[in-house]
């Protein structure tokens, strides 16, 4: 398939997002994916930055998606509406020099329907709408489709491509084929970001009481003189 590179983004199976690309050869590697069966692989680089991706700067591990909608704007730059659909790793790059071209392998992903499977997914909905109370942009629409989700691998991806987590957590969630395992680690990871918010606002709290005691003796001291 033809590869798109990332920047800065994950692309979970069963998601549908919104890319801006403007670099030629991923400009070609959609026009060649929408021009056959709108199939493509996207993959993360390891680095945001890096503006001329080689072989040794994107992940092995990525989503074949399928390509919903292309739209070609002025400045050259293509929005394309993607649907995550599976887990995929390269075998190996085929010499291209108009885009890159993969060589695929897809992944199976290893479930055991268990109460701890159960217990998981409880966890993780529960976790995932307390942090919604510290975060507006988890929506109650948002909300109400996680909790929608019966399928523990679709739940999974869903929380963690909402969650705020870097590249390299989100890539190695995406890596991960056991499903336990993948809802075991999004669930520490979720649990973390609560801790660490509830951290913040304690600190906020306490520098706010101490300007606020140094405003009082301030204006005090001020009064006496």
Do not use: C, W
Not at 160 to 176: G, N, R, S, T, V
């Amino acid at each position: 398939l033809p590869l798109l590179p990332l920047r800065d983004i994950v692309v979970f199976p069963s998601m549908v997002v919104p890319l801006f690309v403007g670099r030629d050869k991923s400009v070609n590697a959609l026009e060649k994916a929408a021009g056959s069966d709108k199939k493509i692989f996207l993959a993360a680089q390891t680095k945001a930055k890096t503006d001329t991706p080689g072989e040794g700067d994107i992940y092995r591990v990525g989503t074949v998606a399928t390509i919903l909608q292309i739209l070609r704007l002025p400045d050259g730059t293509v929005k394309v509406l993607v649907e995550g659909e599976s887990r995929a790793r390269i075998l190996n790059f085929i010499p291209n020099p108009e885009h890159f071209l993969v060589n695929l392998e897809p992944l199976e992903e290893s479930r055991a329907d268990s109460v701890e499977i159960e217990a998981l997914q409880r966890g993780i909905r529960a976790s995932f709408e307390a942090y919604s109370k510290h975060n507006k942009k988890i929506t109650q629409e948002i909300l109400d489709a996680v909790a929608a989700v019966d399928n523990p691998s679709r739940l999974a991806d869903t929380v963690a491509a909402y969650m705020p987590f870097k590249l390299d957590i989100k890539q190695k969630l995406l890596e991960i084929l056991d499903i336990s395992k993948r809802l075991e680690k999004l669930f520490g990871h979720i649990r973390s970001e609560i801790e660490i918010i509830q951290t913040e606002e304690r600190i906020k709290g306490r520098v706010k009481k101490q300007m606020e005691k140094t405003q009082r003796e301030y204006y005090l001291n001020e009064q006496m003189r």
